[in-house]
């Protein structure tokens, strides 16, 4: 059975400050990982996936995540933080051969002026 | 960029009703789903659909609802005799493939009074 655990309801950083938002997977089978982004009253918008190719996968508004096999992680960070990045984060497994996602519980971030 | 747009974005119906909510997928997209979130609680898998059948379903996806493609850019989702607890926001998705990135609509907030 696959899951994803986010550690972290919510996370408050600077603005300018190093964003960090964890995820853990388990998954009996090689992953596919994602993570979505949720504004207020907006739909989920795909930041970034993981599909076995590289481990350090970029993805949109200078966000990152790295697969960590050894340490069945993937979370996503950003050097600095912008105002408009505050929104509720949702990191997501599949696998080959399932099409349906496992969400997290999402991780709010505010981003402080 | 193209997108899934949901309609009604709020849909208000009492105890037993039956609801009916629209998605219109991205046009060239091939396989559609929808996922759920209940308040406070995490985005659930509903069902995918592909070829005009279902080709997944999660265990929430009982005889209470059911999905269609009635047209060639329609996808629906009924839900019979809602119950309090299908009180959610309700979100359509399409894929271009069975593993390209889910496409997400703003979604559907549905309150059963």
């Known amino acids: 059975a696959q899951s994803v655990t986010q550690l972290g309801s919510h996370v408050s950083v600077s603005e300018g400050a190093l964003v960090l938002l964890r995820c853990n997977y388990s998954?009996?089978?090689?992953?596919?990982l994602f993570w979505y982004v949720q504004y207020p009253n907006q739909g989920l918008q795909l930041l970034l996936k993981?599909?076995?190719?590289?481990?350090l996968v970029k993805g949109i508004n200078g966000f990152e995540a790295e697969f960590k096999k050894s340490e069945t992680s993937f979370h996503l960070t950003k050097p600095s933080a912008h105002m408009s990045d505050a929104a509720e984060y949702f990191c997501?497994?599949?696998?080959?051969?399932?099409?349906?996602?496992?969400f997290g519980s999402g991780t709010r971030l505010q981003v402080q002026p | 960029e193209p997108e899934v747009t949901q309609t009604p974005s709020h849909q208000v119906t009492q105890m037993g009703q039956e609801v009916i909510l629209r998605c219109v997928p991205i046009?060239?997209?091939?396989?559609f789903y929808w996922y759920r979130q209940i308040l406070g609680q995490k985005v659930e898998f509903l069902v995918s659909?592909?070829?005009?059948?279902?080709?997944?379903k999660s265990e929430i996806f009982d005889d209470q609802f059911s999905v269609e493609r009635p047209d060639g850019s329609n996808f629906t989702l009924k839900i019979r005799s809602t119950k309090l607890e299908d009180s959610a926001m309700y979100f359509c998705?399409?894929?271009?493939?069975?593993?390209?990135?889910?496409?997400f609509g703003n979604g559907t907030r549905l309150t059963v009074t």
């Open positions: 998705a399409s894929s271009e493939r069975g593993d390209s990135p889910l496409h």
């Open positions: 998954s009996s089978v090689p992953p596919y």
């Open positions: 993981y599909t076995s190719a590289a481990t």
């Open positions: 997501a497994v599949s696998y080959t051969g399932r099409r349906a996602l496992t």
């Open positions: 046009s060239n997209h091939l396989y």
């Open positions: 659909f592909y070829n005009n059948e279902i080709s997944e």
